[in-house]
């Protein structure tokens, strides 16, 4: 019997009886992160890192869950368990299973660069390690944050010289905050689309805060918009929401804009590269540094990685899951929010 099994419903460890990030109705869940693919509806109960818990409870009402800290020791029917950093955003964990001489991780989703905002990667040791490929191929390639934000401030300033606001499409969970806790604020005001606002107040229920952004309400006043950057999901783009902004540019931040006509694609001025996945290199060495001796790779490039990996001498496999990576980020949403991922 294999410590993880890959199921139907979900990755399942069968001694402890528990799922991780199942996509279908189970009675035990460890969650590695708060994104709607990994933390779906309908489980008995929830286990997860405590920063995660108040932004699952704002999008999936009221679940039972129990929040853990990073490192702490659980024991569940003789399998030992815990929640290691995965830096890809608040609260976002790699769950550690050791069951006799096995020890599964299962990364979730990860970066390896410190945001600033997120508890930074830390690598375990392990003898399987299940990861995931959003971006695994060797074009992707990601500068430093600080380079990026850097020029997204430049454009900011400059369209604030010509009396335009500045629209930032974004993720709403994640990548908006660290977009906020990062960028240049003496620049001018920052505001922050609804669906931004209320994932910012869950996050301040954990500890996290953004003193700098505020809640775009009908009250703000249309003059303060001009020279201001506004972060908001690419959804709002295609809804009346965004008249008030004029005359305004827009920009994406997202790791897809590395490709080459993704910006057009997505009506945005300007492309940002900036991603809460690992790019090639780090999703290499994060592998190497776990010292696994069986990789299962997951979402995203899936094939192409595990076949350089079997061609680097590893042994590794691809595995179907749920899981939708940084390719959803961008889509709009039916409900307006654009949670997918
Ligand atoms: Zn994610
Ligand atoms: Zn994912």
Not at 16 to 30: F, S, T
Not at 49 to 60: Q, T
Not at 324 to 334: F, L, Q, V
């Amino acid at each position: 019997m294999a410590l993880i099994e890959f199921t139907e419903k979900g990755l399942y460890c069968p001694p402890a009886d528990l799922y991780i990030d199942p996509w279908r109705p189970v009675r035990r869940a460890l969650i590695t992160h708060a994104h709607a693919d990994h933390s779906r509806w309908g489980m008995g109960v929830y286990a997860a890192h405590r920063h995660s818990i108040p932004v699952m409870r704002h999008r999936l009402g009221s679940i039972e869950a129990v929040g853990v800290d990073y490192g702490e020791k659980l024991r569940v029917n003789g399998v030992d368990v815990s929640f290691h950093p995965a830096g890809h955003i608040p609260g976002s964990a790699q769950i550690r299973l050791k069951f006799g001489k096995e020890i599964w991780v299962i990364s979730g989703d990860y970066k390896l660069e410190d945001d600033g905002l997120a508890e930074p990667f830390a690598p375990v040791k392990c003898t399987h390690f299940v990861t995931e490929s959003t971006f695994g191929l060797p074009i992707y390639r990601w500068q430093p944050q600080h380079e990026v934000m850097s020029d997204l401030n430049g454009w900011w300033a400059a369209n604030r010289d010509y009396g335009l606001c500045s629209l930032v499409l974004t993720y709403a969970l994640g990548k908006a905050q660290r977009i906020l806790s990062s960028i240049d604020a003496g620049i001018g005001e920052v505001f922050v689309h609804g669906a931004v606002h209320q994932t910012n107040l869950a996050l301040e229920h954990a500890g996290y805060s953004f003193p700098h952004a505020r809640y775009l309400t009908s009250e703000i006043d249309k003059s303060r918009l001009r020279g201001a950057l506004v972060l908001a999901p690419p959804s709002a783009l295609g809804s009346p929401w965004v008249n008030r902004l004029k005359p305004y540019r827009t920009a994406s931040a997202s790791g897809w804009m590395a490709l080459r006509g993704n910006r057009r694609r997505r009506n945005a001025d300007r492309g940002f590269v900036l991603s809460d996945h690992a790019d090639w290199e780090s999703l290499n060495s994060a592998v190497e540094a776990t010292g696994a001796e069986h990789i299962f790779v997951t979402h995203g490039y899936s094939d192409v990685f595990s076949d350089w990996l079997r061609a680097k001498g590893l042994r590794a496999d691809t595995v179907k899951t749920a899981f939708e990576g940084e390719s959803a980020e961008m889509k709009p949403a039916r409900n307006g929010e654009n949670d997918s991922e």
